[in-house]
C-alpha cells in the first residue's frame, strides 16, 4: 500500500493562478516535495493549465480562466498530490560547479553593510559566503540559479529600495538563498559578488549548463584571475 | 503570398517587434513578456485579418513611420495618436490601406505609453522560445531601427470592389478609453491583504501615481502604503503578472509582463486579467485608483473581452469577404 502524501494547500493568486505549497513542518520536506509536485503536474498538465513558476517552497500555477477555474485547478492538484509515486523521473546525479568570484567593492556594493548587519567583518563575510554548499533549487527568472544553503549566522535581509540595474554575473543574497543575475536587471537582493563567467548564453542550443539539484561553492579571485576569464561560458569544467 | 519590405522612416524611443509573448517559458524562469497592452496588440492582428498572436509593431513615445513596397493593409491600435496615410489624416482602430509608396506616420500621444501597428500577412523576424516578443534582459531585443527594411509575407492586394480605394469599415471593435483623469484599475485581494491591517482600505481610498522609474518590469507607484508587522522575510515564490507588492520602501509595486518571476515581498492584491491592458498603457504621472473586485468578477471581465475579441474576429473575415480583397 503506497503512502498517501499530506494533502496540499492550494491557494488563489488573483484571476487567473493559484499557489500551491507543501504543509510540513519541516523547511527541507516543503523544499524537496514540492519539486516532486511540479514534475507531477508538469507529466500530467491538468486541463487550462498553461505555466508554472517555481518557488523555494510553493509553485505558482498560472491557468486561463476562460476554460477552467481556481475551484477546478485546487481539485486537479489535490488529485496529482495524492497520485502513488510511480518511480519514475530518477533524479540524475548532481554535478559540482566552482565558481570563481570577485569581492571587491566595485563588484559587492552591499558586501560591507550586509557584513555588518551580521556582526561580521567583509572578510569573514566572504569567508561565510565561500564555505557554504549550495544547491540549485530552481531557475530563476532569465534562468538564473536559485542556491539554498548559505552559511551565515542569520538569514539576510533584502534591500529597502530594489536596484534597478545589476552587473551579469553579480552574485546576490538574501535569506538563506544565493542567485547569479544571469543578465543586467532589477534586484531586490544584496549584491555581495560577481563571477566573470557568462552565465546564460541564449544563442546555445542550452542557454545553461546547469540543472536544479546540481552543486555549487563559490571561490574568491582577484581581478588578474577575473580578467583570464573575460566572459567565459560558465561549464563545469575546471572544478578543483 | 509574397514577400516585400517596409521601410522604416521614423521609430520612437523604443520600437520593436512583438507579440502577445511566450507560452510555456516561465518554468524555464523567462517572463512570457509580450504585448504590455495585449487587448490593442490583439485588435490590432484581428483588425487586418490576422489571427491575434501574430507579429506586429510596438512603439512607445516618439513618431513611428514607414513606406510599404507595395499596397498593405495596416491597424493602428493602442494610445490615442495622430495617424496619417501620405498626409492625409486616417482612423486608429480600423483596417487601413497604405498604398505602395506612401509613408504611414504615427505620431506621439499624451494619453498613453504605447502604439501597436499590424500589417496584414506575416512580418520576418527571429524568436527565442517561440516567439518575436522582444526580452531585453535575455540580450533579445527585437528592436526596429530607423532606415531599416522589414520583410512582410503578405496575402493583401487591395479592395478592387470597393467604391473608394480607402474602404471604411464599421465593426464593432472594443476601443478601450484613455482618459485624462485617474484610470480605475480592477484588482482582486492577495494573500498578505490580511497581514496589513488597513491595507485593504488604504489602498482603495487613495489616488496611486506612476513614477518615471517604472518599466516592461514594473510600475512603480508613489502613494501611501503600509507595511506588515515584525520583519519576517518571505521565501522567494512565483509572482503573477499584475502582482501589487509592498517592497519595504514606502511604494506600491504593479508587477509587469517582464517581471522577474520570483519575490518575496507581501502582496496586497493582484490586477485582474483584463485591468493589465490599461496598465500597459499606464506612464509616467498617470494616476491610478483601484478598486477590489471579487474573483468571480475579474473572470466574468475576461469572459467577455474575450466574447468581444470573437465578435470583432467574425466581423472583420465578413467583411473582408464582402469587400472580396484581391489575393496574391
Redesign the interface.
Known amino acids: 500500500m503506497p503512502i498517501l502524501r499530506e494533502t496540499v494547500t492550494v491557494e488563489p493568486y488573483g484571476d487567473s493562478a493559484v499557489m500551491v505549497s507543501i504543509p510540513a513542518p519541516d523547511a527541507a520536506a516543503r523544499r524537496c516535495e514540492i519539486v516532486a509536485f511540479r514534475s507531477r503536474l508538469l507529466a500530467r498538465r491538468p486541463h487550462g493549465v498553461v505555466d508554472v513558476v517555481s518557488g523555494l517552497e510553493s509553485l505558482l500555477v498560472s491557468f486561463d480562466p476562460l476554460v477552467t477555474s481556481f475551484e477546478h485547478v485546487e481539485y486537479a492538484a489535490r488529485l496529482l498530490a495524492e497520485l502513488p509515486d510511480s518511480g519514475t523521473g530518477a533524479a540524475q546525479p548532481a554535478r559540482r560547479f566552482a565558481i570563481p568570484v570577485l569581492f571587491d567593492a566595485e563588484a559587492a556594493p552591499d558586501l560591507d553593510e550586509v557584513a555588518g548587519e551580521l556582526g561580521l567583518t567583509a572578510d569573514e563575510a566572504i569567508e561565510r559566503i565561500c564555505r557554504s554548499q549550495f544547491s540549485i533549487s530552481l531557475l530563476a527568472a532569465a534562468m538564473a540559479p536559485m542556491m539554498d544553503g548559505l552559511d551565515t549566522p542569520r538569514p539576510v535581509r533584502r534591500r529597502a529600495e530594489p536596484r534597478t540595474d545589476v552587473p551579469a554575473g553579480s552574485i546576490m543574497i538574501a535569506g538563506v538563498n544565493a542567485i547569479i543575475q544571469p543578465f543586467p536587471g532589477p534586484t531586490g537582493w544584496r549584491v555581495v559578488g560577481r563571477t566573470p563567467h557568462t552565465i546564460v548564453d541564449i544563442h546555445r542550443e542550452r542557454p545553461v549548463s546547469f540543472d536544479p539539484g546540481d552543486l555549487v561553492r563559490f571561490t574568491r579571485i582577484d581581478r588578474a584571475g577575473a580578467a583570464r576569464l573575460d566572459g567565459a561560458f560558465l561549464t563545469e569544467e575546471g572544478v578543483s | 503570398m509574397i514577400d516585400f519590405a517596409l521601410t522604416i522612416t521614423d521609430t520612437g524611443w523604443l520600437t520593436t517587434f512583438q507579440d502577445l509573448g511566450r507560452?510555456?517559458?516561465?518554468?524555464?524562469?523567462?517572463?512570457?513578456g509580450g504585448a504590455a497592452d495585449q487587448h490593442s496588440a490583439a485588435v490590432a492582428n484581428l483588425l487586418v485579418g490576422n489571427t491575434r498572436d501574430a507579429v506586429l509593431i510596438e512603439s512607445m513615445g516618439g513618431e513611428l513611420a514607414f513606406v510599404p513596397e507595395r499596397d498593405v493593409l495596416v491597424a493602428v491600435t493602442g494610445a490615442p495618436s495622430r495617424v496619417t496615410v501620405g498626409g492625409a489624416d486616417v482612423v486608429q482602430w480600423s483596417p487601413v490601406l497604405v498604398p505602395a509608396g506612401a509613408e504611414m506616420r504615427i505620431s506621439e500621444t499624451p494619453f498613453g505609453m504605447r502604439v501597436y501597428a499590424a500589417v496584414a500577412g506575416a512580418l520576418e523576424t527571429e524568436r527565442?522560445l517561440g516567439s518575436a516578443a522582444p526580452?531585453a534582459?535575455?540580450?533579445?531585443t527585437q528592436q526596429i531601427a530607423r532606415g531599416s527594411r522589414i520583410v512582410l509575407r503578405s496575402w493583401f492586394a487591395g479592395f478592387p470592389g470597393a467604391t473608394f480605394p480607402q474602404a471604411l469599415f464599421r465593426l464593432p471593435v472594443p476601443v478601450p478609453t484613455f482618459p485624462a483623469g485617474p484610470w480605475a484599475i480592477d484588482a482582486?485581494l492577495?494573500?498578505d491583504s490580511a497581514r496589513i491591517r488597513g491595507i485593504r482600505e488604504l489602498i482603495e481610498s487613495s489616488t496611486y501615481a506612476v513614477t518615471d522609474?517604472s518599466n516592461h518590469?514594473g510600475l512603480r507607484l508613489n502613494g501611501p502604503v503600509l507595511h506588515p508587522e515584525g520583519?519576517d522575510?518571505i521565501?522567494?515564490?512565483?509572482?503573477?503578472i499584475?502582482?501589487l507588492e509592498v517592497?519595504?520602501?514606502d511604494e506600491l509595486i504593479v508587477l509587469g509582463r517582464y517581471?522577474?518571476?520570483?519575490?518575496?515581498?507581501p502582496i496586497v492584491g493582484?490586477?485582474?486579467?483584463t485591468a493589465l491592458a490599461r496598465l500597459g498603457q499606464a506612464g509616467p504621472g498617470r494616476e491610478l485608483r483601484f478598486r477590489w473586485v471579487e474573483?468571480s468578477a475579474?473572470?466574468h471581465a475576461?469572459?467577455t473581452a474575450?466574447e468581444s475579441l470573437r465578435v470583432l474576429e467574425t466581423s472583420v473575415h465578413s467583411a473582408f469577404d464582402a469587400l472580396a480583397p484581391a489575393r496574391l
Open positions: 507560452r510555456d517559458a516561465e518554468r524555464l524562469g523567462v517572463p512570457s527565442f526580452d534582459r535575455m540580450g533579445f482582486v492577495g494573500p522609474r518590469v520583519d522575510e521565501v522567494s515564490h512565483g509572482v503573477p499584475g502582482a517592497p519595504h520602501a517581471r522577474t518571476l520570483t519575490a518575496g515581498y493582484f490586477a485582474t486579467r474573483r475579474a473572470a475576461a469572459a474575450e
